[in-house]
């Protein structure tokens, strides 16, 4: 879940974004006149899934967001940003190996309410998989863990 956690925290600032880009593929479809209306309305309904999903993770982000003190806040954002272990520890004044415990307790705390709302790395992995962004990002933030 550590992977999906980063995920979810490294692309809280990409959500709106996404979304947008949806509604616009949205309007631009129903503009077309010329593809048979169950086909536009079978594309649409599918975009708009999408965008429910990537709605979703905004949710989720702000809920294990609003349970984190600011000290696991910074930690998890630095962690989803890249920012070594020294870095973090330096500002917290912690050492390396206190900043990496407070990390692994704060997946802990993120993995408890991600399972809270229903979501495994399984279901994650599942519904995701068609949101380009959200599988590349989960690709690459995987492979540098």
């Known amino acids: 879940m550590k992977n999906w956690i980063r ?27 010329t593809v048979p209306t169950v086909d536009l309305f079978d594309a649409i309904i599918k975009l708009n899934d999408k965008k429910v999903r990537i709605i979703n993770l905004r949710v989720l982000h702000d809920k294990m967001k609003e349970s984190l003190s600011a000290k696991e806040l910074y930690v998890v954002d630095g962690y989803a940003r890249g920012v070594s272990l020294s870095e973090m520890g330096e500002k917290l004044s912690l050492g390396k190996g206190g900043a990496y ?45």
Request: no cysteine; net charge positive; glycine share 2%.
């Open 7 to 33: 995920v979810i925290f490294a692309l809280n600032n990409k959500f709106d974004a996404l979304t947008y880009s949806i509604d616009r593929q949205v309007e631009g479809m129903a503009a077309l006149l």
């Open 101 to 145: 415990r407070q990390l692994l307790r704060t997946i802990k705390k993120l993995t408890k309410i991600l399972n809270y709302y229903g979501y495994t790395k399984e279901r994650l992995d599942e519904e995701y998989k068609d949101v380009a962004l959200v599988t590349r990002t989960y690709k690459k933030l995987a492979k540098a863990a």
